[in-house]
């Protein structure tokens, strides 16, 4: 039996490491075997990769070798990690996904959005998530949130606007995908957010 792929994904301070970890449980009490991933990353080539595209360097880095390191990135990680666990019938859980390609270098850093479908298309060919968790919150909420957590890396220094147009498309690109997208509120309490996230999956299991 092929698995199930799920994504999580959203803005900087949306709770989805927390929220995945009870996604996970809430999986496995049904009889799931869940495989936990993430992007940029879930592979050892992946994660080097996340630390060439979240750390500082001088000079910064051209959009284009941005965009390419991500999908470098997912590359490895489809054919290691994502496709073979799918194939063993596990569901494949991860922290963000090619989404996030579309809103943070589409949406934020304005690369025309054809030329990610034509990597997408490259590399994944048919291959999309079954379903996307879209923790929404308002920017200013999700950036205090962050804010208090960690250093800030490459993208969490960017400004308010960038990560308005950042939330911009993703809550298009999911009102363009009702099927595959569900939005939680995410500004809510880690409780709350779980409960909605658990009716979600609850939802979208007895229909699926
Ligand atoms: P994280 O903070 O969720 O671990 O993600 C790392 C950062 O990488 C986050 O700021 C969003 C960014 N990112 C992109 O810009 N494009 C992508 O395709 C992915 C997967 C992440």
């Known amino acids: ?3 199930r792929f799920v994504t999580v994904d959203g803005g900087e301070g949306a709770g989805k490491t927390t ?3 009870f996604m996970r449980e809430y999986l496995e009490r049904r ?5 936990v991933t ?3 990353g879930g592979t050892s080539l992946g994660e080097e990769i996340r630390g060439l595209l979240l750390g500082h360097r001088d000079g910064g880095m051209t959009l284009a070798a941005e965009t390419l390191l991500m999908f470098s990135a997912r590359a490895e990680h489809l054919e290691r990690v994502i496709r073979p666990a799918l194939a063993a019938g596990c569901w494949v859980l ?3 996904f090619t989404d996030a390609t579309y809103a943070y270098q589409g949406g934020g850093r304005g690369l025309p959005l054809e030329r990610i479908a034509v990597l997408e298309e490259w590399v994944q060919g048919t291959l999309r998530p079954d379903l996307t968790l879209l923790l929404d919150l308002p920017v200013a909420t999700g950036l205090a949130r962050a804010g208090r ?3 800030a890396d490459r993208f969490e220094r960017e400004d308010v606007d960038f990560f308005e147009r950042v939330r911009a498309m993703y809550l298009k690109r999911a009102a363009h995908e009702p099927d595959r997208y569900r939005v ?3 500004s809510q309490s880690i409780k709350a957010v779980r409960a ?3 009716t979600v999956l609850a939802e979208w299991l007895e229909s699926g």
């Not at 009889?31 to 495989?35: A, K, L, S, Y």
Request: charged letters at 35%; one cysteine or more; glycine letters at 12%.
């Open 94 to 96: 991860c922290d963000r």
């Open 184 to 186: 939680v509120d995410a």
């Open 19 to 21: 929220q995945m970890g």
């Open 149 to 151: 957590r960690s250093m």
């Open 1 to 3: 039996m092929s698995g």
């Open 31 to 35: 009889g799931c075997r869940v495989v």
């Open 196 to 198: 909605e996230v658990e």
């Open 38 to 40: 993430r992007e940029p």
